[in-house]
């Protein structure tokens, strides 16, 4: 935890989701609090980036802009939010991450 103060929280989990990060911490060498604690703040940062993108897009709406879906998609791929092989033009739900338009 670089550059921060630490901090005590508790949280309820399930047990398979503590014997998950069990198992990876005698894996790893590292503790389940350091994996924990990387896991939030990792989610947490990409919920933000994704809260960021939604407020941008409603701005950018109220003032009559807007993007196609496939641009849409295009500036996802390149932030890194879908996956590479993201195919919007597979058809039903077959496919992971299928989009029907």
Sequence with gaps: MTGTRAVNTSIRMGEDVRDMYETIARATGRTRNDLMSEALRVEGERQIR????????????????????????????????????????????????????
Excluded: K, W
């Excluded at 109220?62 to 998609?73: I, K, Q, T």
């Excluded at 739900?93 to 338009?101: I, L, P, Q, R, W």
């Design 50 to 101: 994704e809260i960021a993108l939604i407020e941008e897009g409603i701005a950018d709406l109220r003032v009559g802009r807007n993007a196609s879906l496939e641009d849409v998609v295009a500036s996802l791929m390149r932030r890194g939010m879908l996956p590479a092989d993201f195919d919007l033009s597979t058809e039903g739900d077959e496919g992971e991450g299928a989009v029907s338009v």
